[in-house]
């Protein structure tokens, strides 16, 4: 949740955190994920991550949604998590020569990014039901929803096919 | 994976490259459990972290353990990642006032950390098995599963009690 000024004192404050921070780290995301996707070889991992993309886009305009329902201005925080991920698969995809290997590592990478995305969602879900935000709590949700389904899917083309051209 | 070196040719390089990412993570979480023990407040989340933070030994030890079977030096490498996720932690309880607040942020930061350990421990056991060492998969499954089960843990903890403490 980067470096901020600002004092926490309610779950409502906590939550208002999380969705800026999450909304910086949907940015990141949508920023890095094309170089991902320019990278990768096989055709079917290229496909799922861009899915991802669009995916994610919708997923920023969504939170926006959540941001205006809470009648707080869209804003987002440094993420230095997410910022963190993202320089970690720069310097992987910088040092892996081989295609199959460079596939591999962008897979590991990409949901090095879900879990991030899995574990903030799910928690600002929880906050949202708290805090009697049922409507935002149904927006969230769907977001999660889709990152655990884009995990799920990245797992099974590792497994079925990434890993064992790389090996 | 920090800045390296090295190229990453193969999957077994990878694969080395993966451990010593999440040996050098674990080595942080270690070193940085205590103080989130110390200020959590509700008395079962005291507990649960202090019992993930014996866990957290073990695994470092079972990492060992896996490097030495796939005859690597024990060695870690700077994992920005997780620099980040502690460091989002450390901000976050800083200008956290309210004891409960405190509480619902040390969950959601355990389990940025948590699930940072599962997507890679889940690469981990995919790439092992993919090697053919079962016996290396066979220790990092048990670490992934810890970590699920932590993860669930927090879960429960923050729906039944932190979070409406904190509401």
């Known amino acids: 949740m980067g470096l901020f000024s600002k004092t926490i004192n309610t779950l409502d404050d906590l939550f208002v ?12 995301i949508a920023k890095n994920l094309p170089t991902m996707v320019q990278k990768a070889t096989d055709p079917q991992l290229k496909q799922a991550l861009q899915q991802h993309l669009t995916e994610t886009e919708h997923q920023v305009t969504r ?12 804003k987002g925080t440094t993420c230095a998590a997410m910022d963190g991920i993202i320089e970690e698969a720069k310097d992987i995809l910088g040092v892996a020569n081989d295609n ?3 596939d591999a590592a962008i897979i590991s990478a990409a949901q090095a990014v879900e879990h991030y995305e899995i574990t903030r969602y799910g928690t600002l879900v929880a ?12 927006l969230l949700q769907q977001t999660l929803d889709e990152e655990h389904a884009a995990d799920r899917k990245l797992t099974a083309l590792a497994e079925s096919r990434v890993n064992r051209k790389a090996a």
Chains 1, 2 share one sequence.
Request: glycine residues 6%.
């Open 17 to 28: 955190h999380t969705l800026q921070d999450i909304y910086y780290a949907e940015q990141q």
């Open 127 to 138: 906050y949202a039901r708290e805090l009697g935000r049922q409507d935002c709590a149904t």
């Open 63 to 74: 939170l926006e949604q959540v941001f205006r329902m809470h009648g707080q201005p869209v």
């Open 100 to 102: 199959d290997v460079k």
